[in-house]
């Protein structure tokens, strides 16, 4: 079974511009997760999507949103980029969102530089 | 942003010996940790969770105690193999309607061969 595939794994952006970024989950889950990981912040949650609803979300600007699709794949958007928005982003996905955690599964990233 | 844990500190160990990486969370209400390993250029990978009613649990290698009293996590890894190197992250997971996933900021284990 194939994992998590986050498209692109690079990508060089410059200062105002937006950005989308593309996560497919494994085949089967219903649940995506993006995180922002730097060095300073560390991981940070972005926002949770489950049948194409947003049950919850992080502590980011506006600048930051996502959605998902029927088939359960996963973009976020970010718009108007600034140099603190250069991050590795990772999505996550796991089977269900139910009333009990189900592990996490988590994409290789992509790596977005600001200039 | 909401964080569990300080800043990333580094530990170095012998190949063979004991690991402990250390966390502190701050949300007495979560209901789930993980450990998580994540190496260079990869995503963090699973290695271990605990229930919030559970003060220890053990797996292949590695331990996980938990006290709640202090609100402190630790990861124990027995003889410590190359392939441990990596950055280690604590996790809690809160319900808040959705499940919210607040890492720790990371802990940098190097091990000598």
């Known amino acids: 079974k194939a994992g998590v595939t986050q498209t692109p794994r690079y990508l060089i952006k410059t200062r105002g511009q937006q950005v989308t970024l593309s996560c497919s989950p494994i085949s089967g889950h219903r649940s995506v997760s993006w995180y922002q990981q730097t060095p300073g912040q560390g991981l940070q949650f972005l926002f949770e999507y489950f049948s194409e609803t947003q049950r919850n979300k992080g502590n980011f600007p506006g600048r930051f949103s996502g959605r998902q699709f029927s088939n359960s794949r996963s973009e976020m958007n970010v718009s108007t980029l600034e140099l603190g928005d250069s991050a590795l982003y990772l999505c996550?996905?796991?089977?269900?969102?139910?009333?009990?955690?189900?592990?996490?599964?988590f994409g290789p990233g992509t790596r977005l530089t600001v200039l | 942003g909401e964080s569990v844990g300080l800043h990333l500190p580094t530990l170095s160990v012998q190949e063979g010996d004991n690991s402990i990486i250390n966390c502190a969370y701050s949300?007495?209400?979560?209901?789930?940790f993980i450990w998580y390993k994540q190496e260079s250029g990869k995503g963090p990978q699973f290695i271990i969770d605990?229930?919030?009613?559970?003060d220890k649990r053990q797996g292949q290698r590695v331990t996980v105690l938990l006290n709640k009293t202090v609100k402190h996590l630790s990861l124990q890894i027995a003889a410590t193999q190359p392939g441990d190197s990596a950055v280690y992250f604590c996790a809690e997971i809160v319900d808040t309607g959705g499940f919210k996933t607040i890492f720790g900021a990371g802990t940098r284990l190097f091990v000598k061969a």
């Open positions: 949300n007495s209400a979560s209901d789930y």
């Open positions: 605990i229930r919030s009613n559970m």
């Open positions: 996550a996905s796991s089977l269900l969102a139910s009333s009990s955690y189900n592990e996490q599964f």
